[in-house]
């Protein structure tokens, strides 16, 4: 199972790659904010990101999230895919650094969504040379990562093909 945030979603979108998501896990949720975060009208990858969260349950933002952003200086929506997966013991998929140190504050297990495209090539899900065109597909349309990341994960997914 896994909980979804936008800042992992719309990369995604952007370079067609969603059904990652789905490959990597058989239980994906968010909550109704990333879901208005991601579905607005004119916005690149928003027809792809309707149709994915089509078959993701999206739960109601929890009442705590408000609370929660408050203290920790985080959106709400972010406050609620964090107070989501921490209530289920869920991963949660997101690509913001902000994010996920809260989210690790809490207890929260975090993927990057480098380290869905890394588990995803371990598991035979894509290969090494597919998965390093998406890696660079995701930088080349906008998705923030440091450069020592990036030649890190490069070389992983060198390893991984070897």
């Known amino acids: ?10 990369p995604l979108a952007w370079v067609g790659r969603l059904t990652l998501v789905s490959t990597a896990f058989d239980d994906i949720r968010t909550t109704e904010a990333v879901r208005e ?5 004119g916005k690149r990858g928003t027809a792809m990101l309707d149709e994915f969260l089509a078959d993701v349950a ?21 406050a609620s895919v964090i107070l989501l ?14 994010l ?9 297990e ?3 969504v480098t380290t869905l495209l ?7 899900d894509v290969t090494s040379d597919d998965a390093t065109e998406i890696l660079y597909d995701l930088v080349d ?12 994960v490069q070389k992983k997914l060198q390893e991984l093909g070897d």
């Open 141 to 152: 349309e906008g998705m923030n990562l440091h450069p020592k990341v990036y030649a890190h």
């Open 37 to 41: 975060e991601v579905l607005t009208a």
């Open 118 to 124: 890394l588990r995803c090539t371990k598991a035979g």
């Open 58 to 78: 999206v739960h109601g933002t929890p009442d705590a999230a408000d609370e929660v952003a408050s203290m920790e200086g985080i959106a709400v929506a972010d």
């Open 1 to 10: 199972m896994v909980v979804v945030d936008s800042s992992a979603l719309i």
């Open 85 to 98: 997966a921490e209530a289920n013991e869920e991963i949660l998929l997101a690509n913001d650094k902000g």
């Open 110 to 112: 975090c993927w990057w």
């Open 100 to 108: 996920i140190e809260v989210a690790r504050s809490h207890g929260v």
